[in-house]
């Protein structure tokens, strides 16, 4: 694993190298979506339908990412028994129509053959516009904790690696994708995807998984539990929670993705039970709309997420992380600073059962980790670090209910990624 990490190490340079070509182009905001489901797979529209969808409305970028599967071989489905149905086969035709739209009878089934990636890559793609990265959900399991990694920019199908507990099957699963990235040489990354989908993943696991370096603290899809419950963690907490722990060992923070995660493109029943296109993005900061500027950006940490509430500026300088919001009238921003400060107390406690067992959950902690550092009303929000912070992000929540979301009475929001701690107030000075 060595050998692999130092490959990994190499093609992550190259990768910035190639980036740092185009660093005379003025850095600019591309906005786009990791996570989308088609007919691939289990989503309910036809691939051109959806790139269609996200191009037509302003975004960048876009990773069609199905079930272990990647769109480039041939494949038919039944028209009728197909999860979109008549209904999305009838909007296919009326906006492609024919012979775009291939169709074959077989055995008295009328089946029509889905589009790889290569045959209608070209026909949406426009450089500075818009571009598409092949993608898989590598969709795993132990026991009943579901597992789920997904990879951008993948370019051979990765199975399911599987292993001997949640850890281990997250931790193969994000190997195999860093095995491919430094034998082929092409820049891809994996990120875990909502470890609250099943209640999967702990923070505890999330703060061991070597390799990896996103995950999502946000996921459009109706089941998936951000905000945790009684017994579970949220996302937002367990991300404070791996931080800390991950920073204390030395290893590099988690980076918090926003994704759509959507399946269902039709508006056939309530919101809050489907999971629809343009609810979660992130917003990455790159000189190019390449796959190696954009990446090489996002593991730079120069990016966001966010449900809504967009940001006109996010600086992570020496010691100081500030921000500043693309403000909409009538509609008040509370701006938090998080963070765990050294010397913090560790102490945590499992969650116990009715009857005291000990439940598989993200054990309870101090309201050291993730603490409050700071609240700021306003457009803008700006923190000092004093020295003694192991990381600091900001969250952004505004007072505009989510139209659209799966969770009613929701409202936007905005992640920051952490900014790492041990930097003292005057060497940021110096770093300006």
Known sequence: MDRLLRRFTIAALLSSAVASLSSAEPLRWWKGNLHTHSLWSDGDDYPEMICEWYRSRGYHFLALSDHNIIADHERWIGIEKSSGG??????????????????????????????????????????????????????????RAPVHVNVTNVRELIKPQGGESVLEVLQNNVNAVIEQRARIGVPM????????????????????????????VYNGHPSVNNEGDATHASVDRAWDI????????????????????????????????????????????????????????????????????????????????????????????????LGTRKGYDPASEPVLSASGQTLRATRRYSSDIGATLATIEGASASYVLRGDELYVRARVTSSKVKIGSSVAGEFERAWTQPLRGGVAPEESAKSR
């Open 189 to 216: 990354f994996p990120h875990i995807n909502h470890p609250n989908f099943g209640w999967g993943i702990t923070a505890e696991e999330l703060a061991e998984v070597e390799h990896a370096q996103f995950f999502e």
């Open 86 to 143: 008549l209904l999305a086969f009838d909007k296919y035709v009326a906006h492609f129509g024919k012979p775009w739209v291939e169709e074959r009878e077989v055995d008295g089934n009328r089946q029509v053959r889905l589009k790889t990636l290569s045959d209608f890559q070209s026909r949406f793609e426009e450089p500075g516009r818009f571009l598409l990265f092949a993608a898989e959900e590598i969709t795993d399991g132990f026991l």
């Open 242 to 337: 791996a931080l800390t722990q991950r920073m204390t060992r030395g290893l590099p923070p988690f980076f918090g993705l926003a994704t759509d995660d959507s399946h269902h493109y039709h508006e056939k029943g309530p919101v809050t039970k489907e999971s629809r296109p343009g609810r979660g993005w992130v917003m990455v900061r790159a000189a190019a709309l390449t796959p190696e500027a954009l990446i090489a950006a996002m593991e730079a940490g120069d990016f966001y997420a966010t449900s809504g509430v967009m940001l006109k500026e996010v600086r992570r300088e020496g010691a100081t992380l500030s921000l500043e919001i693309h403000a909409e009238r009538g509609v008040n921003y509370r701006t938090e600073f």
